[in-house]
């Protein structure tokens, strides 16, 4: 307001007239396309003079906020700023933004090191297995390579499903399974499912950090509750339904991603009863269930699919290039998630789903996961002790998380791991620091670390170097 | 109202209360668990007496809009009653409800006919190409089985991409491409980005059903205007510009579905001096711009990409099974795009975009294309004779469209499409009645026919049997 009133007589009244229509606009109470009161009409109203409204109104079009017509007047533009996510408030930092950061990985050259992306490199992914599914599928016939698949997906894919969920104690019939793209398809279908824009969302803080950008895309209000090592805290959690009356909680249980912590059946237990008081869904991201050496606590084997729905994935395990998640929720809902798909995606991929099934049912995948397994412990064993070095700690009292590829980790005392990350990029290693997890911003002293991704020295050379200076 | 207050002295008062409180929930002044006024308060505030107030909240609690919590008085439910777009208004039914026409078909076993659907039999398709491609896709090495998609998707598919639109008038680089999951996906990504609930969004009238219950799941209100023989009814369509303010108009150029129709030129100017004048965005959805002969007029070749966006597909052209689509936008608006799209889907098939590129490069599109050209334009002149004898009649002047799979056809006088569609249900055979793309239900005479899956003479004795009854 200071630069607009400088040297204009009347400056500080024409710049309360803009801000006034301002903030108009954004609660719409003018909507994009509305005409805006004439100059003689709003002078009136507002006891201003006609030239502070002219002069108002002239400078907001020269802004692109309003737009005049000859002879009709002013009109609310608006539509020359489509949803933006980068741009909805709090307004982060690009480097802690969840977005920069998978678009960064996701953007990557090869010469880039990754120790801050969420996947396995590709050489840890069964190869042949994918090959000779991709070989089978092609000579499957017609309706596999052209044909849409059906609404709910393969059944034989599902039935297989079904059996596989069943061993970490949830049960499901087959048609209670909906085969999704993707495990973030699934969480998006969802939330267009169960929430309304304006809806509040609970989260954990940390958390996966595309939750937020997702939620983001669907105008949720986002509300977080800080994760212990045994789940979220359960007084935190109570308090905060009781305070913001979320209408949903979205999750990892089994490997919660990016602690690596495991939900015990007492938290879950006590979460259940909480969420059935207050008459909350959640949503379970199971993605990670088959890097378990022994399933952990699920709220949706305790909750019976009432209040739980769950999602799964296999592009973490078997290919992020073949597109195939699923849902797992109560037969009731079932019909109206087919109905959403269809209009959204209209069909999924038949030859993901076949190529899938055909890993899935020739015993590659049970024996990939047994490989994976042992070859993330032994991993997630040499980054810890690689990292102990430098003064990185593991956050888990337990130092290495039961499964999983991800090690959190609090740096040295004095350290931010926004800073180190963006010194890091620099040297061509996409780092994901703590504050891209945390909604509440409170955990600007951690990092995630994939511990597939840290074989190259030049990674743990780039942190030695920088826990040197404030050790 | 009435029935409740039978019998119950002051029980208009009661359902007075009860709607004046279902009123504020459905107007979201009471969002989910928002906690309704205390008993005593409601009443000194509406000058009713308490019992009125606790009859008014016991029902309601009883009917489950609120929820009694011992102690703590009532709250709302709402959680109950997630989006189920079928019960979205106007409530169709279900026989000319866009979804269920496409469930049906997506559902129908290989024993029903589909003379009903949008797609393409599959041994219309390219088979052998597509093998082929799978085969060279599995060679292909690590990255491109089992790693996510670069955000934008292959940048050897979107270079091909920008030379094939250059050539329907369309100049665009390849960094304004932006692959996606389908043609559909494209449509739901654009709707994101480009409008809000509630915002007015203009279709064709009539238009392809999966618009409208897109748009429902976007939350639009959808306006309507009439398509002519040579694009929408301009007169109308600069009316309801004025009246309704739309945000957007969604429609197909070159091949209009359901209608065959094309876009002229003089049209296309004109609506697009209109759509400049009103401010609106347009994506133009050009799917079946391979089944043309000669190109027809774009929108967006006219308006270069400023105001038009275009999506296109390989579903109905190459495969259903490997989903691909892609978005051709002005470069302003990919990053926003792109974030969005990482938000909600996280990425696209590796796999399924090199498979369209390997098919794409080597020239078996090409001849397959060519092939399929003819092969439509003789399904098309069959399907018409044969149509003929029977008195259901094409809607446009030139009798045939000039590309596509798709007849609008007008039964004969005092044959409802949606009896027809229903009585042919029963003999195996989904037909799609006009009403299922008339948003303003006004093609209830009328019938979209596709030609490629009309060969099984049970369709044309069916439709024999039927319009015999009325001549």
């Not at 840890?124 to 044909?147: F, H, I, K, N, S």
């Not at 337990?398 to 180190?420: E, I, K, N, V």
């Not at 945390?438 to 600007?444: D, F, L, V, W």
Request: hydrophobic residues 45%; neutral net charge; aromatic residues 6%.
């Amino acid at each position: 307001m200071d630069t607009i009133s400088k040297g204009h007589p009347g400056g500080t009244r024409v710049a309360h007239v803009m801000d006034s229509i301002r903030q108009r606009i954004a609660a719409r109470q003018l909507v994009p396309g509305a005409r805006l009161p004439s100059i003689r009409g709003y002078a009136a109203a507002t006891q201003v003079s006609k030239s502070t409204v002219v002069d108002a109104y002239d400078r907001l079009a020269a802004e692109g906020v309003i737009r005049s017509r000859p002879g009709a007047g002013f009109y609310v533009a608006g539509h020359l700023a489509p949803l933006a996510l980068a741009e909805i408030e709090p307004r982060l930092e690009r480097s802690v933004d969840p977005l920069w950061v998978s678009r960064q990985s996701l953007e990557a050259s090869d010469a880039i090191l990754k120790p801050g992306c969420g996947w396995l490199p590709s050489s840890w992914l069964p190869q042949e297995a994918l090959q000779r599914a991709l070989g089978t599928v092609a000579r499957a016939g017609d309706a596999t390579l052209a044909e849409y698949a059906s609404p709910l997906g393969s059944a034989a894919l599902r039935q297989l499903l079904a059996r596989r969920i069943a061993q970490r104690g949830i049960s499901a019939s087959a048609d209670q399974i909906l085969i999704t793209d993707s495990g973030t398809h699934a969480i998006d279908l969802l939330c267009r499912f169960l929430i309304e824009p304006n809806d509040v969302v609970l989260v954990d803080d940390p958390c996966y950090f595309n939750f937020q950008a997702l939620l983001r895309a669907h105008r949720a209000r986002i509300i977080s509750v800080p994760y212990t090592a045994h789940g979220p805290d359960v007084n935190l959690f109570a308090k905060a339904l009781a305070e913001h009356h979320p209408r949903l909680y979205i999750t990892n249980s089994g490997v919660h991603n990016p602690t690596g912590a495991t939900l015990t059946p007492v938290i879950a237990h006590r979460l259940l009863k909480l969420i059935e008081a207050h008459d909350v869904h959640v949503i379970e991201d199971d993605i990670f269930a088959d890097f378990e050496h022994e399933p952990a606590a699920r709220l949706a084997s305790f909750d019976g699919l009432n209040r739980v729905v769950q999602i799964g994935s296999f592009s973490k395990t078997l290919s992020a290039s073949i597109r195939c998640g699923y849902i797992v929720a109560r037969p009731d809902w079932i019909e109206g998630l087919v109905d959403l798909r269809i209009a959204t995606a209209f069909s999924g991929s038949r030859v993901a789903q076949e190529v899938v099934l055909a890993i899935l049912k020739d015993g590659s995948y049970r024996r990939h996961i047994d490989t994976l397994r042992a070859r993330l412990s032994n991993a997630m064993q040499e980054t810890t002790d690689r990292l102990a070095t430098t003064g990185i700690t593991p956050w888990l009292p337990s130092a290495m998380p039961p499964a999983g590829m991800f090690l959190w980790c609090r740096l040295p005392s004095g350290l931010d791991a926004t800073a180190l990350a963006g010194q890091a990029l620099l040297q061509g290693i996409i780092l994901a620091p703590g504050n891209v997890f945390s909604p509440s911003q409170s955990a600007g002293e951690f990092m995630r670390f994939n511990v597939t991704q840290m074989s190259d020295p030049n990674i743990f050379r780039m942190l030695a170097q920088a826990t040197r200076g404030v050790r």
